[in-house]
T-cell receptor, first 114, second 109 residues
Framework: DAEITQSPRHKITETGRQVTLACHQTWNHNNMFWYRQDLGHGLRLIHYSYGVQDTNKGEVSDGYSVSRSNTEDLPLTLESAASSQTSVYFC?????????????FGEGSRLTVL | GQNIDQPTEMTATEGAIVQINCTYQTSGFNGLFWYQQHAGEAPTFLSYNVLDGLEEKGRFSSFLSRSKGYSYLLLKELQMKDSASYLCAVITGNYQLIWGAGTKLIIKP
């Protein structure tokens, strides 16, 4: 069965460290997204990609970067982790145009920055 | 600005019916999603509305009125497993996807 997986599922790191969260999907979807979810907020878009070599900033992209070298993977890097980046991060993928398709989410990565 | 409003929390009884409302003010509209999210898990797709009216899918139905900027999710014959958060999301005119903060639904026996 096709799926979307994230790793690590839980991570504790220190302020200033570089952290990379992996996202791998076997749906063969062109569109991939990274969201963060915090209490009291809706899902907020960090970065997204509509295909290989395409990346775009979302509403909360400061301090984060992504790269898309193949269809399956969209790793999210925190260049210098800050306590404000403590959150649950969800990767998602979809087919179809732009944001119109059903999103398939990974199980989430809980990041704590001390 | 663009905004989606949902009640923060609702409580209902097993076997009953509950309606979760979502109102939105966005720059244009290209569709509305409802997702379910159990605590500690990923959101999963429930429904998609782009035209006015009611879409029924088993125990769940979703309604849209574009002129009123309003949608609701109707859950019938509530089961304990329906305890979850329900997320409303709108595709705007320039194809951004804006999410509400979600409604936590508590089902009591």
């Amino acid at each position: 069965d096709a799926e979307i997986t994230q790793s690590p599922r839980h991570k504790i790191t220190e302020t200033g460290r570089q952290v990379t969260l992996a996202c791998h999907q076997t749906w063969n979807h062109n569109n991939m997204f990274w969201y963060r979810q915090d209490l009291g907020h809706g899902l907020r878009l960090i970065h997204y990609s509509y295909g290989v070599q395409d990346t775009n900033k979302g509403e909360v992209s400061d301090g984060y970067s992504v790269s898309r070298s193949n269809t399956e993977d969209l790793p999210l890097t925190l260049e210098s982790a800050a306590s404000s980046q403590t959150s649950v991060y969800f990767c998602a993928s979809s087919d179809g145009g732009q944001h119109t398709g059903e999103l398939f989410f990974g199980e989430g990565s809980r990041l704590t920055v001390l | 600005g663009q905004n989606i409003d949902q009640p923060t929390e609702m409580t209902a009884t097993e076997g009953a019916i509950v309606q979760i409302n979502c109102t939105y003010q966005t720059s244009g509209f290209n569709g509305l999603f409802w997702y379910q999210q159990h605590a500690g898990e990923a959101p999963t797709f429930l429904s998609y509305n782009v035209l006015d009216g009611l879409e029924e899918k088993g125990r769940f139905s979703s309604f849209l009125s574009r002129s009123k900027g309003y949608s609701y999710l109707l859950l019938k014959e509530l089961q304990m497993k329906d305890s979850a958060s329900y997320l409303c999301a709108v595709i705007t005119g320039n194809y951004q996807l804006i999410w509400g903060a979600g409604t936590k639904l508590i089902i009591k026996p």
